[in-house]
């Protein structure tokens, strides 16, 4: 055989069904693409039924949508090494970013979290989802693992600075998520037991001055009323109330698509925003819950996959960290609407209206595609 038949015969690299996850010349993981593309159809099918009365809703959230995948794209074609050498920019200038929202920020309902463009109005406090993250990956895992204790000093600095901007705007649930994706690159650096030991223990040895003198008074309330939501049905407790009654009404199948009463009859409050998931229960009841659940863990399977998978130090602990910040998002989501956790305002990925909260969550899904792609860029 001739060495120009046997190149003939050989197949080109990425070919296959999934192309090795490289797919028409593109760094691009096609089943988290398809999962991806598969849950943000039903979340504009979610969000057409929680705003019949308002359909642009739809239409933007569509656009925020498409912006999104474009950006994904456009991240997935940068190397995990590009990204790692480039980490310290987005941290820095998410940092400026909050600077300026505590100066000439816009705000809303007691919150100053928005930059007004004047043409775009965005929440830059979204930005340091990834960024912190990013940042921590590229700091630790250029280091010796487990982290010695100056690294772990250095990455709660790196980790607390953002955090507490974004306390001070006030907006708690997102600062939550900034810390909760910077501990899980910590904890998958391989922090030592001791480490977590003492935090737990600072953490207990701390809440009672978080409670008195950090938290607000309307924060302090929404805790209060997770214990008891009858003491204030038509204050505080109202959304909690009304978001329980409308996922137990919906029942097993549901009530039909735009049938729900808690939510057409305006009873529930931020229905195609934080209390999205208690449209779905109402319309499609535990069936379309569980249906949307299964999205959400086949998403976050591949993730870990891709987790697992990677190549580099860095890889790991990024592509860990935003795979379980996403199940966060998820779990405090369905949490608060559900009664079980404090309502601290955040979003149901995929699903609530919102434009710089998509487009942040598919720029991390852009990095998890760069990670498992990294095979087939040498």
Do not use: C
């Not at 096609?30 to 359909?55: K, M, N, Q, R």
């Not at 569980?290 to 959400?296: A, C, E, H, I, Q």
């Not at 609407?337 to 852009?366: D, H």
């Amino acid at each position: 055989m001739y060495q120009t038949d046997y190149v003939r015969r050989m197949k080109p690299e990425g070919s296959g069904l999934y192309g090795g996850t490289r797919w028409q010349g593109l760094s691009v993981d096609v089943p988290l693409l398809v999962l991806l593309l598969v849950l943000a159809g039903t979340g504009l099918f979610v969000l057409a039924g929680a705003s019949a009365d308002a359909p642009a809703y739809v239409f933007r959230q569509a656009v925020y949508m498409g912006v999104g995948f474009v950006i994904m794209l456009v991240t997935a074609q940068f190397s995990p090494r590009f990204l790692r050498r480039w980490a310290v920019l987005p941290y820095l200038a998410g940092i400026i970013l909050l600077l300026a929202v505590l100066v000439v920020g816009t705000g809303a309902k007691g919150a100053q979290r928005w930059l007004d463009l004047g043409f775009f109005r965005f929440q830059p406090s979204e930005i340091l989802k990834i960024a912190s993250p990013l940042m921590l990956a590229s700091y630790l895992g250029q280091r010796h693992l487990p982290p010695r204790f100056k690294h772990v000093l250095v990455s709660l600095i790196l980790l607390a600075l953002p955090a507490i901007m974004v306390g001070l705007q006030p907006d708690l649930g997102t600062a939550i998520l900034i810390t909760a994706a910077g501990l899980f690159v910590l904890f998958l650096a391989g922090l030592e037991k001791r480490y977590i030991a003492g935090a737990i223990v600072t953490v207990v040895a701390i809440a009672p001055v978080f409670w008195l003198y950090l938290l607000r008074d309307y924060q302090r309330q929404r805790i209060l009323t997770l214990l008891d939501p009858q003491a204030d049905k038509l204050g505080a407790g109202w959304n909690i109330i009304q978001s329980t009654t409308a996922i137990g009404s919906g029942g097993l199948y549901g009530k039909g698509w735009q049938q729900g009463t808690q939510s057409q009859l305006d009873f529930l409050p931020e229905s195609h925003t934080d209390f999205i998931i208690a449209v779905l229960g109402e319309e499609f009841g535990l069936v379309g819950v569980l249906g949307l659940m299964s999205l959400y863990l086949l998403v976050i399977a591949r993730g870990l996959v891709i987790s697992v998978n990677a190549r580099t130090m860095f890889g790991r602990l990024l592509a860990g960290s935003i795979t379980l910040t996403f199940f966060v998002y998820i779990f405090v989501n369905m949490g608060m609407v559900s009664g079980i956790l404090p309502v601290v305002g955040v979003p149901l990925p995929f699903v609530s209206y919102g434009g710089t909260a998509i487009v942040t969550l598919m720029l991390g899904f852009g990095m998890l595609m760069s990670i498992s792609t990294e095979k087939q860029r040498n």
